[in-house]
């Protein structure tokens, strides 16, 4: 299984970014899909998530109405649209599939992770 997020960079405050993430080795539609980032000596955090059909979106309180979740199942790909990026939002950001009955913002239910792309946002 992997799992390979791209789209991260430097960009300026009030910029936007696509993160993608490519997955493979696994039947994408049965895995709900989530995105999580960790800044420099913070924790893991929830950012987002998505339920296997795409009908169910969640997104953290931080980045409500900046971020968007969303998958595509036929090219097996998930993405976080980026948008108005403020300096606290710098870090890496992981995308996770989680097997489980119901899509959680919990990090112990995901079961595959990407390597993370950097996201950096300069003020």
């Known amino acids: 299984v992997q799992l390979q997020a791209s789209g991260g960079g430097l960009v300026q405050a009030g910029g936007s970014l696509r993160l993608s993430c490519a997955t493979s080795?696994?039947?994408?539609?049965?895995?709900?899909m989530g995105w999580f980032r960790q800044a420099p000596g913070k924790e893991r955090e929830f950012v987002a998530a998505?339920?296997?059909?795409?009908?169910?979106?969640w997104h953290s309180d931080s980045v409500k109405g900046r971020f968007s979740i969303s998958r595509d199942n036929a090219k097996n790909t998930v993405y976080l649209e980026m948008s108005s990026l403020k300096p606290e939002d710098t870090a890496v950001y992981y995308c996770a599939a989680d097997s489980g009955l119901d899509v959680s913002t919990r990090t112990r239910e995901y079961d595959y992770w990407g390597q993370g792309t950097l996201v950096t946002v300069s003020s």
């Open positions: 080795g696994l039947i994408f539609s049965i895995y709900h």
């Open positions: 998505i339920n296997r059909g795409g009908s169910i979106k």
